[in-house]
């Protein structure tokens, strides 16, 4: 992080990839490299436009290179999917708490993402391939509205090929082209995937998935304390000064964005 929080690091777009036709990869190289942790956010400063909160999707192993994987939603993902090869944007952070990766050792790590929720939970997954010798094993169970939404299509496959890994990707409709599974994400989740007394689960993805993916585990049996969100709000200051991310009595920005479903259980309506 620089001294001022307030004080964004210039960083050349040096390649945009696109995943789907509403998702982008930015691959940035910042003036100065830029450590950050997977979960973690960052502030990007998108010329013309403003701020907006994302979470990098790439190796956090790697600083002099930082990708971030947007999907067009609004003004501001708008603006920033027109950017090109060569331009620049500004880069704030990282701020917010990342995945405890030490609670994970020894342990199942069951992965469950959704549409461009998958995005941080790469840069989550890079981070675990570095540290597999200390897992029992991770679960990767990966959903899209269809095939033509789903990121990462070229890598995905090679993740389940990784040693103690084992990946399992639907869609809500398939294709004639499609071979993979058809349905919610939360109908490849099954009893015996993991041990939940000795697992711990991550989640990230659109609300309403969220939502359901979380009583699923509690139905196969994970305890509050092993089930890790990625709550994901309007951070707009990033260092909670602003209180546009509050959360119950926590603000997203400095007390998450990765919470345990015990953190936000008793919470109205946290989705």
């Known amino acids: 992080m620089t001294s001022n929080p307030y004080q964004p690091i210039r960083a050349e777009i040096k390649e945009v990839i696109a995943e789907t036709p509403q998702i982008k990869t930015f691959v940035l190289a910042p003036e100065k490299e830029i450590g950050f ?162 697992a711990a689960a991550i989640v990230c993805g659109p609300p309403i998935m969220m939502k359901f993916a979380v009583k699923k585990l509690l139905d196969l049996g994970f305890s509050d304390k092993d089930i890790y969100l990625s709550m994901e709000k309007n951070m707009s200051c990033g260092i909670g000064k602003c209180f546009h991310c509050n959360l119950g009595k926590h603000l997203c920005c400095v007390d998450g964005p990765v919470f345990t479903w015990e953190q936000v259980k008793e919470i109205p309506d946290p989705w």
Not at 50 to 66: R, Y
Request: no cysteine; glycine share 12%.
């Open 37 to 198: 942790l997977s979960g973690q956010f960052m502030q990007v400063t998108i010329p013309g436009v403003g701020e907006a909160p994302f979470t990098p999707s790439s190796d956090p192993k790697k600083n002099d290179m930082i990708e971030f994987t947007v999907m067009k939603a609004g003004q501001a993902t708008g603006r920033l999917h027109e950017l090109k090869s060569g331009e620049t944007v500004g880069l704030r952070g990282p701020f917010g708490h990342p995945y405890p990766l030490d609670k994970y050792h020894g342990k199942d790590v069951y992965i469950i993402g959704g549409g461009v929720g998958i995005a941080p939970l790469r840069a989550l997954l890079l981070a675990l391939f570095h540290e597999l010798e200390r897992l029992n094993k991770i679960e990767l169970r990966l959903g899209a509205r269809s095939p033509e939404d789903l990121p990462f299509k070229q890598e995905m496959p090679t993740w389940g090929k990784r040693e103690k890994t084992n990946l399992v990707v639907t869609v809500d409709r398939g294709d004639e082209k499609w071979p993979g599974k058809v349905g919610v994400v939360t109908e490849i989740m099954l009893p015996g995937d993991v041990n939940p007394e000795a």
